[in-house]
């Protein structure tokens, strides 16, 4: 059944005594519990405006929905359709003015919480899966890509995905872009 409240479920947060003495994340993410309660606003749309809203046209309700049903897996798979960095965009991406912006749910009240949703599945996935992704047969082309920050990043999984050889040149001692020297 529907949760019908207007209110998407809270972040929960470190608590300020411990954070004000180390650099550990504030938003410490959704329980399964938690997961599963906001899951259950999704009206699953006929229509996901949600979808329009998102730049990379994840399938929103078909992931949502996978949350409800507790395969939290099967709801990865569904956003790395789409999306090769969604640990990343569940905290960053702009959810309020893109996905969420859309949300039906967001009429009466507030819409459904799709960024900490993607988040969920995306930590979840980091922490219990251990299964490597299946290596597609060889091309025979080789790549560089230059620059390891989220588009280089994108573009190397993608191209490997498709069998090329691929080797990502970073000029800094790390690899990520801004993603690691500026949003943190
Ligand atoms: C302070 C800050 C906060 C931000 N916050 C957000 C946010 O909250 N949400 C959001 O969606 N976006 C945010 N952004 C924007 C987002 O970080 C960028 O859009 C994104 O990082 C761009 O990715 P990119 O891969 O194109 O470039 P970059 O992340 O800049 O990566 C480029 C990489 O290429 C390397 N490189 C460049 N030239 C060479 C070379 N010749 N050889 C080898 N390596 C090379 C660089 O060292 C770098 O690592 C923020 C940006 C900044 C600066
Ligand atoms: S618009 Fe909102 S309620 Fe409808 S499918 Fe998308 S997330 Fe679910």
């Not at 749309?45 to 939290?72: A, M, T």
């Not at 893109?98 to 995306?122: D, H, T, Y």
Request: overall charge neutral; glycine content about 10%.
């Amino acid at each position: 059944m529907a949760n019908m409240s207007n209110i998407k479920n809270p972040m929960p947060t470190l608590d300020a005594a411990l954070r004000a003495r180390c650099f550990d994340e504030v938003a410490t993410g959704y329980s399964e519990e938690t997961a599963l309660n906001e899951a259950a606003r999704c009206l699953n749309c006929k229509n996901p405006l949600c979808v329009e809203g998102c730049p990379v046209k994840i399938h929103i309700p078909r992931f949502i929905q996978k949350v409800k049903e507790g395969d939290f897996e099967g709801a990865y798979q569904i956003i790395s359709q789409s999306s090769s960095l969604p640990a990343v965009c569940g905290r960053v991406c702009p959810q309020e003015s893109q996905c969420e912006s859309k949300c039906v749910r967001g009429i009466k009240g507030e819409p459904v919480g799709i960024g900490r949703l993607e988040r969920f599945v995306a930590d979840w996935h980091n922490t219990y899966c251990t299964e490597s992704p299946a290596r597609p047969e060889p091309n025979g082309h080789k790549v560089a890509v230059v620059g390891s920050g989220p588009s280089g990043l994108t573009c190397a999984g993608d191209l490997a995905k498709l069998g090329y050889s691929v080797t990502v040149f970073e000029a800094l001692h790390t690899a990520g872009g801004v993603l690691v020297y500026g949003i943190p």
